[in-house]
């Protein structure tokens, strides 16, 4: 924590401000100035940002009992398969605006790398197996089977890439010139060179890797299979199922079939369980696959992930270098459009399906076309139309956007407060105020979680966001 009014968030969240709005008189309503001195905040990147993080509360805590709202057990695109891209976009798009006033290379890669080394602690630490919050009153976790990857993982890695290649291809004698059309993606050519080579490598990768026959323990106590060690025939290559895809075989080389996530959503696959895509008991004759592990975070899939920040740097690009409020809608939403059905007719032509696990380039092209629409929407209510009042919370949320991640998303504060029990250790604060406040009051199970996340969770965090934020208090990386 930090009370400094020099406000800093998560990776690339600094100095957000709009190089073409200034605190300064101006002669028209697109931002040409007089006199030009500190520059106004761009307020909708900490909207969206505060939408992400609220989308992840929601995931998490809601997910379970509305299918919609969780991940898509495989093929598909959910709310919850929104979440990851959104974060990625926002990090690439505030990249240009946070390394524009840092002109040397050296400390700009410092920095970058600080910040990144930072989010794989906080990653690790998190989502790696040691913190069992908010259910369990237990920490720790034995090295053999500490999960790799993560959220926050895969945040850090995307953040490396592109804003090293942000530092390395900018060119200090374009950054304060004004462009428009099709001028700022050839300023930036060779970022999109970068992104074509990595889109060639993973879908190579993908498709020409070979996957062989597999095998695994099974780690799950409750499983009437524990203890034994399965079989998964495949020896084929190019296939985009569940077991035999290049996406897990090259994970379970690298990573390690012991550092993966135990609880992959392909276990509602409608091959695994009748209650798909509900969680359910398994069939009896269910694969052996679908008690296997899987790292829907893994490398190969994070290689690709690094697409959807490149896109999100390219809208910052638009924000650094067009003044006008409408080239910059009229670039942001033509890109938005263009990704999005792109996207749809890969999947519904039967190309390539939308998949979250294996981050294929339909998926992102619809989730970065999404969010660049998201995006805009915001832009032209909060910082044209100037409505900020109605998005505050949101505000609130995306400026401490790593505070509320740790620990509403993390369930760190439910974790504490669930370690203060009277008589059994499911007689809490939380298990109370669910159940009578929210459960009880609306004789539904799935209705007063969905409330009781809503207000108990995200709003709540809003507010305590919107505290900290009047008294300067925010969480720096």
Sequence with gaps: MDGSKNVERPPGAVAEEDPGRQLAPVDEEDGNEKAPRRSRRVASLDVFRGLTVALMILVDGAGGEWPVIGHAPWNGCNLADFVMPFFLFIVGMAIPLSLKRIPDRGRAVRRVVIRTLKLLFWGILLQGGYSHAPDDLT?????????????????????????????????????????????????????????????????????????????????????????????????????????????????????????????????????????????????????????????????????????STIIGVHYGHVLVHMKSHTDRLKQWITMGIALLVLGIILHFSHAIPLNKQLYTFSYICVTAGAAGIVFSIFYFLVDILNLRYPFAPLQWIGMNAMLVYVMAAAGIFEGFLNGWYYEGTNNTLVYWVRKHVFVRVWHSTRVGILLYVIFAQILFWALVSGVLHRAGVYWKL
């Design 139 to 307: 920490y720790g976790v034995d090295m053999k089977h500490v999960r790799w990857g993560g959220i926050l993982q895969r945040i850090a890695l995307a953040y490396l890439v592109v804003a090293v290649l942000e530092i390395v291809t900018k060119d200090a004698k374009v950054q304060d010139q004004s462009s428009s059309g099709f001028s700022i993606f050839r300023m930036y050519f060779s970022q999109w060179i970068v992104a074509c080579c990595i889109l060639v490598i993973y879908l190579s990768l993908f498709y020409g890797t070979y996957v062989p026959d597999w095998e695994f323990r099974v780690r799950n106590v409750n499983s009437p299979d524990y203890g034994k060690v399965l079989t998964v025939t495949c020896g084929t290559r190019g296939k985009l199922n569940p077991p035999c895809n290049a996406v897990g075989y090259i994970d379970r080389k690298i990573l390690g079939i012991n550092h993966m996530y135990q609880r992959p959503a392909w276990k509602r696959h409608r091959d695994c369980t009748d209650a798909s895509p509900h969680e359910g008991p398994f069939k009896k004759d269910a694969p052996a696959w679908c008690v296997a592990p899987f790292e829907p975070e893994g490398i190969l899939s994070s290689l690709s992930a690094v697409l």
